[in-house]
């Protein structure tokens, strides 16, 4: 950090694009889907062909005001305006948007600190399509003709828009994080950032603690935590920088440049943009009702802080390493595996450490059931299965989804009876007189020598953690 | 010349056949057309096809509709899949979309029988069809006069009998007012009573699809055929058509029809001749005719020159060459869009699309377009004011008969004032219709408007019947 | 209120991607001149109290199932396009990024 922004504060306010997780699209019936071959999910409506009339999807107006009551925003009678700009990816040349009535106006966030960041307001809008540079360089500057496909024309987007509340890049990341799992807990989103389905514009500024609001800059492009958090840091020095050096900071649009870490201004138009909203004439104002508010409401399942706060209730006294735990596994919505382990009576601590290591290391662990890993964890903790042979049963669940009894029963894990064990720890401390001498005299290592041995001897069948009991018993 | 209603019945009996009749129409085209120009496309094999199709459901005992085999003609701004649809704009010279209207759709599900695609003032801006980018349409009575617009193809289509029923779109009169000027009735239906799924936008709050024909009742007929519902088009009424026809017979006896003083005002002496001669043969009938003023209607003609050309700046945005029709080759996207927009526009096209961009503009909205929006409250909040005391309005279609080509093409306001009388039923979203009623001094016709609240066709319908049959 | 400039009319015509010539923005600006001072008597009324009408009938909120219709065949609608490469639209360098 330069030394002129140390003394600086960084105001960082948020716009954050969400996809809705919606079977069509916002106003056709067209499939919401990522990934199929190029202009195939395309009608009259979506293409922006003569004649065409939208039509507004029920889905994703419940989804915008489940995400509105999950932020706690009043759900407002709202209405659909055009925002008029040339743009080859825009079908229609024009943006159908919310304006001056959005849906959501008026909530807040609180981030996992305590913090609360206020929420301006959250709008339905449709999406554009996706431009292919061609050319040498691959991106928009130097390319000789772009392609244009509209899959993603009008598929349905939630815009969160915050106040100017954040206060650093990382409380910045914190917000758009705890945002992500609201909007993964509400089923609006799918929260994968990588295939674009979150996209966040920063509105980055700096000024003297306590002064007015200095001028800002919008930076576009942000599409991981990571560049969020790299791109508000570089920004908010460049600025200081500027400023230190007697220099002012000019309103404009920049975009981050991820490989050469830096926001450089982007290159529009010299006219100044005119959108020229109005009132779309082919949409009806969208005005919910007390019974539609409320049956969107009663269906909203609990939002990430209460997962937490639940999951930490159940553990006691939580560690530091294990607050984290809680929250990635909420984050990343896996917390229902260690509810329904616990609920089943595994212990809590042991849930969690499983699901935060071992489940969600798995490739898509959400297709997960609860039952089998509740079930197998259960396994684990009343002894039947060690450690290592769960995670050999968890793998082969994973992929092919069977009983883990069943998986386990065939593997040949059965449970290696205690006296079979005494028996085999006695015979193998005999075998070994300088290995159980040197742990008997407190070297730890060496128990984990004896855990080896039994581990051979019973094909690994044997409980790990009943090894070291042993050993222990008899020091 | 044999109504719709007249041809449907015969070949539904077996009479005649569909494809006698389409041959009959496509013949008059052949014989008329190319004097008048009304047509800009004419789909020959289509139209028999489709002919064929009815005749075939005939022979198998089945109903084909209250429109078996009836030719109709198709205003060029409704898309019709695989068969070219243009606007009558250069921009969209060569496209055929791959999909058709909801109103299209629905006749054809009657038995009727498109044999073609008329012409209009370019994406239906304009009162003569002088506008066309594919050349002017001429009015059957004489050749050197207009015959309206934007409607105007399917208008003269109708009036030169190669026709019995049209389609037309009406944003500020433009089925209306070249109906009154070829001699046809023309209807405009309540705003959302027709879908305008496939209807190319001129403004969207304002455009309307409604029938053009040589009776009041085939036009009744061909309402409601077109009306009712369609999911497809979110400002469509939940309700399904209007009952015209059985309404047709009802008269006007007891009705109160209000004469109404701003929309005559104006007007030619023979055009208010005309419409006392209606009102006094609305009154031989029973109604009490009472004459009236509702002097917001005087703001229709500005409030409307500000709403159409804003939705219409927006609504013409997507001809950019992008996706289809022309495109103008240049260095890049931005040039490309200019050169495009610029070689594939007419003249007024770019002066509405350039008035409206000003009147939506930051700076100029509140002063223009919002104002604007505020004059239609007003105008609607007149009309139900009026119609606390009156059943149905009557007045003037349009302030003189035919004019001459070439005559207003330069001064924009001129022409822009012969919609003077239509364009408030447009921004009230009311029902109106045209009758013809009589001949001006020159001969040529003349029609008289009767409007009615929102959803009151039946008696809309019933009064136009009464004129009808006094012309 | 009107006035509307020669620098207004290239305004608007750039905003609305139009190309005019001299002599075209000189008759442009007159007629649109024309149409703006008829429309003074709009611009000139107190209307503060009167709401606007965006829409003739508001008859309440309307939307669809999330459901699936049937997508054109991509055949059809890329037949239509002026340029296609690799079953996209294909079009001239983009100068500007998307505002």
Known sequence: MTSGAAALETVVGLEVHTELKTATKL?????????????????????????????????????????????????????????????????????????????????????????????????????????????????????????????????????????????????????????????????????????????????????APGAALGTRCEIKNLNSLRSLQRAIEFEADRQAALLAGGGTVVQETRHWDEEAGCTVPMRSKEEAYDYRYFPEPDLLPLVPDDAWRDRVAAALPPMPAARRAALLERLGDATPAQRDQVASVVADDLDRFVTA??????????????????????????ALDEHGVATLLEMEAGGELSATQAKTVLAEHAASGEDPRELARRRGFERVADGTLDALLDQLIAQHPAEWARYREGDEKLAQFFVGQVMRETSGKADGKAVVAGLAARR | ?????????????????????????????????????????????????????????????????PLAGVPVALKDNLCTRGV???????????????????????????????????????????????????????????????????????????????????????????IRQPAALCGVVGMKPTYGMVSRYGLIAFASSLDQIGPLAATVEDAAVCLEVIAGHDPMDSTSLPEGPPSVVAALDDGVDGRRVGLVRELVDGAADDVVAAVTRAAAALEAAGARVVECSVPELRLGLSAYYLIAPAEASSNLARYDGVRYGLRVDADDVTAMNVATRTQGFGDEVKRRIMLGTYALSAGYYDAYYGQAQRVRTLVAQAFAAAYADCDVLLGATAPTTAFALGSRTTDPMAMYLSDVFTIPSNLSGEAAITVPFGAGADGLPIGVQLLSPARAEPRLFAAARVLEAAA | MSSLTRADVAHVAALARLALSDEELDRYTGQLAAVLDHAQDVAALDLGSTAPTAHPFAVGTVVRDDVLVACLDRDEVLAQAPAVEDDRFCVPRIIGEAP
């Not at chain 1, 915008?64 to 080859?88: Q, V, W």
């Not at chain 2, 013949?27 to 075939?56: E, K, P, Q, T």
Request: glycine letters at 12%; proline letters at 6%; a negative charge.
């Open chain 2, 1 to 65: 010349m044999t109504t719709a209603v007249e041809l449907a019945e015969r070949v539904r009996s077996g009479a005649t056949t569909a494809r006698a009749t389409v041959e009959a129409a496509l013949g008059a085209v052949a014989d008329h057309d190319g004097a008048l120009h009304a047509f800009l496309h004419v789909d020959g094999d289509g139209a028999r096809a489709a002919a064929d199709r009815v005749d075939a459901m005939v022979a198998d005992g089945r109903d084909p509709g």
């Open chain 2, 84 to 174: 070219p649809t243009t606007a009558a704009s250069r921009i969209l010279e060569g496209w055929t979309p791959p999909y058709t209207a909801t109103v299209v759709d629905r006749l054809v599900a009657a038995g009727a029988v498109p044999v073609g695609k008329t012409n209009l003032d370019e994406f239906a801006m304009g009162s003569s069809t002088e506008n066309s980018g594919f050349g002017p349409t001429r009015n059957p009575h004489d050749h050197t006069r207009v015959p309206g617009g934007s409607s105007g193809g399917s208008a003269a289509a109708v009036a030169a009998g190669m026709v019995p029923l049209g389609l037309g779109s009406d944003t500020g009169g433009s």
């Open chain 1, 27 to 207: 106003f056709c019936g067209c499939p919401n889907r990522f990934g199929d071959a190029p202009n195939t999910n395309v009608c009259p409506v979506c293409l922006g062909l003569p004649g065409s009339l939208p039509v507004l999807n029920r889905q994703a107006v419940e989804l915008a005001m489940a995400i509105g009551t999950a932020l706690g925003c009043a759900i407002r009678p709202s209405s659909f305006h055009r925002k008029n700009y040339f743009y080859p990816d825009m079908p229609k040349d024009y943006q159908i948007s919310q304006y001056d009535e959005p849906i959501n106006v008026d909530g807040h966030l609180a981030l996992p600190d305590g913090t609360l960041v206020g929420i301006e307001r959250a709008h339905l809008e449709e999406d554009t399509g996706k431009s292919t540079h061609v050319g040498s360089s691959g991106r928009i500057h130097g390319a000789d003709r772009s392609l244009v496909d509209y899959n993603r024309a009008g598929v349905p987007l939630v815009e969160i828009v915050s106040a100017p509340d954040l206060r650093s890049a990382a409380g910045a990341r914190a917000y758009v994080a705890e945002l992500r799992g609201i909007l993964v807990a509400t089923g609006a989103s799918d929260g994968r950032m990588e295939e674009g389905s979150l996209r966040i514009d920063a509105n980055v500024s700096v000024r």
């Open chain 1, 341 to 366: 382990a616990a609920d089943r009576g595994v212990p809590a601590a042991l849930a969690l450490a499983r699901v935060a290591n071992e489940v969600a290391a798995l490739e898509d662990p959400g």
